[in-house]
């Protein structure tokens, strides 16, 4: 098995996401809808909590998996406080099978 260069992020969520989210849902949804669609996102999703975002990302390095979380409405407008990139090895189907 081959683990690709993947990330594991956490974007906390402001204590008032819920209200606050609501004129960058669309844009953020967007947002997301776009990295699922070129592939640079596996998954993506809140906590059902909404403390955070969890995001599995395909990304060159960590700086550059939080540059894409930094371009999303929900950072930009401070619907999220704070973000937490880490390496993740993703067993994904592309990578099973291979060595």
Same mark, same amino acid.
């Given at each position: 098995? &081959?683990?690709?260069?993947?990330?594991?992020?956490? /974007?906390?969520? *402001? *204590? @008032?996401?819920?209200?606050?989210?609501?004129?960058?849902? #669309?844009?953020?949804?967007?947002?997301?809808?776009?990295?699922? /669609?070129? =592939?640079?996102?596996?998954?993506? =999703?809140? &906590?059902? @909590? $909404? *403390?955070?975002?969890?995001?599995?990302?395909? #990304?060159? @390095?960590? #700086?550059?998996?939080?540059? &894409?979380?930094?371009?999303?409405?929900?950072? %930009?407008?401070?619907?999220?406080?704070?973000? @937490?990139?880490?390496?993740? $090895?993703?067993?994904?189907? %592309?990578? $099973? =099978?291979?060595?």
């Amino acid at each position: 098995m &081959r683990f690709e260069p993947t990330f594991l992020v956490t /974007a906390t969520f *402001a *204590a @008032d996401a819920a209200e606050r989210r609501t004129p960058y849902r #669309a844009a953020h949804l967007d947002h997301v809808a776009s990295l699922l /669609a070129d =592939g640079t996102a596996l998954v993506v =999703g809140a &906590r059902a @909590d $909404l *403390a955070a975002s969890v995001l599995v990302l395909r #990304a060159v @390095d960590a #700086a550059d998996a939080r540059a &894409r979380v930094e371009r999303d409405p929900y950072w %930009q407008h401070r619907v999220w406080t704070a973000i @937490d990139v880490v390496e993740y $090895l993703a067993a994904t189907p %592309q990578s $099973l =099978g291979r060595s």
